[in-house]
């Protein structure tokens, strides 16, 4: 193992090596899990229990904002601390598809990978010698052609529950808990399909499996109404995946902490993005930047640490790594990956042209824009490449249902936006990413295609 390695070479140079104890990262990312659905934020319904014991010897951050509503570009940006743009692991407009065929893009997959010259957290803790792993169970956009897998000697890709997933995850824990480690876990039960397991006292709406599917079009039609009992349904549908996926993260935690390994480990536990319910004419994720998709929970437990901290302060996905190298100790370390720490007041978020089955939908005009977001203060501005541009008081109206009109406070705050944006350093697109039919498959099960 790494760490017996250095004791023989210390021995053998005839001197008594100085070992530091096996320091330990866990990042645990629930796909697709909205913040304002979680008890632990405030929820009525009690869907998170075991993340609220959690958060009693951790850190919880109340304005976590993603780096974009959906799951490649965000995971892009929390393993390198850079903004989508800046990365370039995003989408592109079919205007520049059509370009980038000349490069060999397919005509079937508009999203870009995160390149090789990124330096990533796997890739700086690996390069340490520390162990790194990941068990993933989104087989679409986590997929390795994607570059999201740089740095891990293992990386693990199946669909299935969060038992199942943990279950795996704890392999790796065990076997390495003498060594130093960075181990990513990725969760798919608040994705669709959701985990409809009857979770009381939820009501059960498990024997409807095709509820969202059917609301797809309902919802994002223009000429369409969708139900209003349909609606509270797939809430409940969507607070049942919570609570099983809470269940089984509850039951991990408990592994860790009777094997004695919780206390001296770093855990994280975020989300990539949110999931749109039915709000602003919306369902899923990826199409808009409003806060049901980008406000994320984030817990972060130090190694020892045993008291509740809030920290009511804006924060982003890229500020992940700075964050777990300094409550590993690490204050200076990997200087690219902190190109935005420490955090300023304010976080951005982007999300360009859609996916293709979202615009080759009859719906698709909608969402053939960029949309840029800065939170700062109450204040939210979303930028859009139509023209129409939006900013809201997020502490008076945290659902966003009224922009606020042209005015001063307007005025300044979107103009403060267009110049955080002005100082990013927009990344060429990667290199083609070819889909053969397993791929286009795992795409279609999730909803991004078919």
Known sequence: MRNLSWILAGCLLGCAPTLEPPQQVVLVVCDTLRADHLSLYGYSRPTSPNLEKLAQRSTVFHR???????????????????????????????????????QGWSEDNNVGPLADHYITLAEYFAERGWATGAVVANVAYMDERFGIAQGFDTYHRQRGPVEEITRRALQFIKAHQEESFFLFVNLMDTHRPYNLRPHPPIPDHSSDGNLLKRLVPLILDPGATAPPELLDALGDQYDTAIANLDQGLGDFFQALESDGLLDRMCLVVTSDHGEFLGEHELIEHSKDVYQ???????????????????????????????????????????????????????VLSENYDSRLHDLRAPWGDRFRRSRRVLVHGDLKTILSSDGNHETYDLARDPEETQALDQGEIRAAHQERARGSFEGLKVAPPGEAVPLDDAALKALEQLGYGG
């Open 64 to 102: 976590a904002q993603a780096a974009a509503p959906w799951t490649l570009p965000s995971h892009a940006s929390m393993f390198t601390g850079l903004y989508p743009s800046e990365h370039g692991a995003h989408t592109f407009s079919e205007d520049k598809l059509a370009s980038l065929r000349k």
């Open 292 to 346: 049901g998709t980008l406000h994320v929970p984030l817990i972060l437990k130090a190694p020892q640490q045993t008291e509740r901290r809030d920290d009511l302060g804006w924060i982003g996905h890229v500020h992940l790594p700075g964050l777990i190298l300094d409550a590993l100790g690490h204050p200076t370390a990997a200087p690219l990956m902190r190109l935005h720490w420490p955090r300023s007041e304010g």
